[in-house]
Structure formats: structure tokens, C-alpha cells
């Protein structure tokens, strides 16, 4: 299939990764993605049905998107999973994963079977009692074995930390141990401001003290930088003799706006074309009535802005008036 146009902005880079949440509802509650009191989620009848997703999917590789990652709330969950992944699975894409890892275990041979191989594992800390504080369930045991099962059966897996101060900061070294031995990449996440989060400043936890707190341990001499990624979003590093590997990925302190590819689609069918941006597009209501959503895509991309959303300055990025004025990282898909 080649594409029939591209995808591009209006400062032309060029989107060719799609991000797809297949659901608004999670097994886990990380409390600074789903606020306490819950969210009104969307009615059923709104969401994007396995079918509609294919779809959706379809059209988007058409215009050339390359790669797509299944996300949510938490993906696993979502009925007819395996239908999505075998089916989205046939198309010329890399298709990729981010789950907080309490289902994967039932999933290893389909995941084989269907040449699934990038699977990002959430993990905010290694003590087990502090697992249970941040996402207010008891699946810590359950979580690690599966990264570990993963691992030994030879899947690229990335293990995403949202770091934050006075919660996991002190973990950031044990961390890195944890790729001594394992093959995997530990990705420390800047904490976020979305709505009912409770985000402010003072908790975030920048590229350059992560970094810090790594030499102080390893010294800069023991740490090696690994090659950017083209479009990546992590700094990476390994430490000299470590089998794994670890980034930052630094969306506060230095975002990385110039290169972004990335376009989301929400599980109740709507393109946001940035991770902070306010508006949305639907493309499921067009898709139900029969229309073309291939222009309706071009326009919603073509007005995304440059940078977070539009929040060009720190002060605006850090006023809760404007990174508020967003949905619950929970009904985006991170
Ligand atoms: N449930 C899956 C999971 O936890 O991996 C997928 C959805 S989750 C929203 C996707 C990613 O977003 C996770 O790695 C999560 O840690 C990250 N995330 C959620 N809220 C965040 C925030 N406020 N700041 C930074 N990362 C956040
Ligand atoms: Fe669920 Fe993932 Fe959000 Fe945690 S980060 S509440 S696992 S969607």
C-alpha cells in the first residue's frame, strides 16, 4: 500500500506515528493520571468499536503512517484485543504497545505469533507497598514477573517511570540497576500537568537532575550516551558493562516539539494532534455517516500548533488556567 498523501503540519513535519487509545477504563488507578473521584467516561455508544478502529487504522496508513502504538486507560482490557492486534498486525506498520503490564502474561504467543515486539511496560517504583500508594491496587508482583517474562523471551521492552519528587525520586539509581542484568530500557517520564492531576512545578523531576543523580553514582566517565532516535523522545543512556539501557524523556524541561510525528486518537474516535492541544477533531461521527475523513485528518494536523498545545513559554506550560484546560491523561492515551 503506498501512501496516497502525507500527513503534514503547517511547519511540515511530516506525522507518520499513530497512537491509538482503544479505552477509557484501567485495572489501576496511578493517581496522577486518573484524579481520585474517577472520570466521567464516555458513553459506549461513542467509542470506537474494533471495527471502527480498523478503520480509522487503515485510512491513516493509507496516508502513511509507518507505525502504532495501542494505548489507553489501559489497552489490554479492551474487548476483541486480540482481533485488533491480529488484524492491525497485517498491515505495513510496526505495531507497538504501552500497558501497565498486569495482563501480558496471557498474551506472550499472540504477541509472537503476530510479530508484536515493542512493549512498553509501565513501572513507577520497585517497592512493593509504594506500588500500591500510587495506583491504589495490589498487582506489584504481578507487573514485575510479567516485565521479567517479557524480557527473557526476547521483546524490546521499555519501562516507563513517571518520576516525582518526594514519591520515587530516591529509586532513580535502583532503577538503573535494574538494567545490569536485563535487557531493557528504562525510560524516566518528567511528571505532566493534565487535568485533575495535581500537577505543579515543584514535583517535577528535570532531565538535568536525573542525569546528576547518575553521575554522582556511576561517574560521567561510566555513562555512555546511546545515538538519538530519529523522532525519538528519550535521551538515552547506558551505564559501561550494563546489559540495559536508560532515558529521560524530558517533555518540561526541554521538549522536543521540532521533530514530533506523533498524532493521538482517542478512544471515543478523536484525533488530538498534540498531547497538550485543547481542541480535538472527530473522526468517528464522519466515519458513522459515511464521509471521506481523509481531509477532515489533513485539516486537523495541518493546524496543530508548534509547540505543547501552543504553550510556547514555561509560564504559560506551568499556569494550571491553561495545562488544565485538557482532558485526564487517562481519556487522552499517554
Ligand atoms: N495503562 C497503560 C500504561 O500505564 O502504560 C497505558 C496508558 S498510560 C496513560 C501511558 C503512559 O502515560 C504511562 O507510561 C504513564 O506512566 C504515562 N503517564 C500518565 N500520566 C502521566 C503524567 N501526568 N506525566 C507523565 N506521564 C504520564
Ligand atoms: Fe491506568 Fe496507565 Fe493511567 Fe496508570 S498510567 S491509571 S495504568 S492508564
Redesign the pocket.
Known sequence: MSPTSQIKDQFGRVHDYLRI?LTER?N?R?F??MPVEGIELSEKSHLMSHEEVIAIAKTFVEMGVKKIRL?????LIKKNIEKIITELTQLPINLGI????ILLDNYVELFKASGVKDV???L?TLDKRKFEEITRRDYFDRVVNNINLYEANGFNVKI???IIKGVNDNEITDFIEFTKDKNVAI?F??????DG?K?NNEKVITFNEILSVAEEKYGSENIIKLKSKKNGTAKNFQIKGYKGSFGV?S?VSNPFCDSCNRIRLTANGRIKNCLFSSSETNLLTPLRNGEDIKPIIIDGIYHKKQVRGGMTSDKDFFDPEKNANNRT??A???
Open positions: 487509545s484501567c489501576l496511578c496522577y493520571c494505548t489507553g486507560g489501559e489497552p504501552t500497558t501497565n503490564g512498553n511496560i509501565s513507577d516507563n517511570n513517571v525510560r517520564i518528567e511528571f505532566m500537568p493534565f492531576n500537577w524523556i517533555t491523561m487517562i487522552i492515551g499517554g
